[in-house]
């Protein structure tokens, strides 16, 4: 079965600092990965996905994230944070199949100091 | 991206009493829905799988007699928690994909607080 480690689990930084979440995954197959967020009191959102393609994936508020398939892994990074970033980040995978589940990390609190 | 919607947002409910939360696709047809569990301040945890249609597929360590789940239709999916205590407190989310899409779209989730 699938498994998703997210090793950081608060991570604190100053607005403009660089950002890079660790997520590794274990499946020998397929997979489709994905990142979330979720902001203080609300649901979660899409951050950005990897289906196939271009290993280097670029989301919505200036996220990106590198699939290394000889890692398994599946960084998420941002240039330069800002306090609005604050949020749980979770890292997901799913088996490449549609009907397939997706399994969440452990989640990373994300502080940024203003 | 399509759209998931959860009823009610947040219940209250007395121990030992059922409460039912739905979950709607409202712009597509999800021919498998998941119910997730969220504990303040954890991941989530995925209960069970439904296809429309069939029984719900139950992850290791969820009492399927406590968590009912319908799938009865390719826009609706209901969950029941029976008999509800206080440790059932938590946030529930569900999310849907269609016959074609290899995303999962989700829901706003329900707070559940039973006292």
């Known amino acids: 079965a699938q498994s998703v480690s997210q090793h950081n689990h608060h991570v604190i930084l100053s607005e403009a600092a660089s950002l890079e979440l660790g997520c590794n995954y274990s499946?020998?197959?397929?997979?489709?990965l994905f990142w979330y967020v979720q902001y203080p009191g609300q649901h979660l959102q899409l951050l950005l996905k990897y289906f196939s393609g271009d290993p280097l994936v670029k989301g919505i508020k200036g996220f990106e994230a590198e699939f290394i398939k000889s890692k398994f892994s599946f960084n998420l990074r941002k240039p330069s944070v800002q306090w609005s970033d604050t949020a749980e980040y979770f890292c997901?995978?799913?088996?490449?199949?549609?009907?397939?589940?997706?399994?969440f990390g452990s989640g990373t609190r994300l502080s940024i100091r203003p | 991206g399509a759209v998931v919607s959860q009823h009610p947002s947040w219940v209250i409910c007395k121990s030992g009493t059922s409460v039912k939360i739905e979950c709607r696709s409202l712009?597509?047809?999800?021919?498998?829905m998941f119910w997730y569990r969220q504990f303040p301040k954890q991941s989530l945890m995925l209960m069970a799988t439904s296809n429309e249609g069939s029984k719900a597929t139950y992850e290791q360590g969820v009492e399927k007699d406590k968590f009912l789940i319908n799938h009865a239709s390719l826009t609706l999916s209901t969950l029941t928690v029976t008999s509800a205590h206080p440790e059932d407190s938590s946030f529930y989310i569900c999310?849907?994909?269609?016959?074609?899409?290899?995303?999962?779209?989700f829901g706003p989730g329900t707070r559940l607080t039973v006292t």
């Open positions: 499946y020998g197959g397929t997979v489709n």
């Open positions: 712009d597509f047809q999800a021919t498998t």
């Open positions: 999310s849907g994909t269609g016959r074609s899409s290899y995303e999962q779209y």
């Open positions: 997901a995978v799913k088996r490449d199949s549609s009907a397939s589940k997706i399994i």
